[in-house]
């Protein structure tokens, strides 16, 4: 089991930045691929970016350029910061923990932090 607490929504201008955490505690958290996703009202939940247990990193097309993913296994953190914000990457922001482990999809999320984009 993988428990994640998504931190640091909160309101920002646009063009302004705002770097979001996840702290995951359970077993081998870092054997999990780590991922945020985010989901405006009525939307779908999207894929931001991810980063493997290897270090490797893929972005949505949204996020290329202007937002950062990282990890610290160390601390079991979970990091994205995000430049020149748009009024657009307003929506809930969820931490997402993924591994497939013996044939079997482990999948844990965090409850979501809210970044609003207004001037």
């Known amino acids: 089991q993988v428990q994640l607490v998504e931190s640091g929504g909160g309101l920002v201008q646009p063009g302004g930045s705002l770097t979001l955490s996840c702290a995951a505690s359970?077993?081998?958290?870092?054997?999990?691929?780590l991922a945020w996703y985010r989901q405006a009202p009525g939307k779908q939940r999207e894929l931001v970016a991810r980063v493997t247990s290897g270090g490797s990193t893929n972005y949505a097309d949204s996020a290329k350029g202007r937002f950062t993913i990282s990890r610290d296994n160390a601390n079991n953190t979970l990091y994205l910061q995000m430049n020149s914000l748009k009024a657009e990457d307003t929506p809930v922001y969820y931490c997402?923990?993924?591994?497939?482990?013996?044939?079997?999809?482990?999948?844990?999320w965090g409850l979501g932090t809210q970044v609003t984009v207004s001037a």
């Open positions: 359970g077993s081998a958290v870092s054997l999990y691929a």
């Open positions: 997402n923990a993924y591994r497939i482990f013996l044939g079997r999809r482990y999948d844990y």
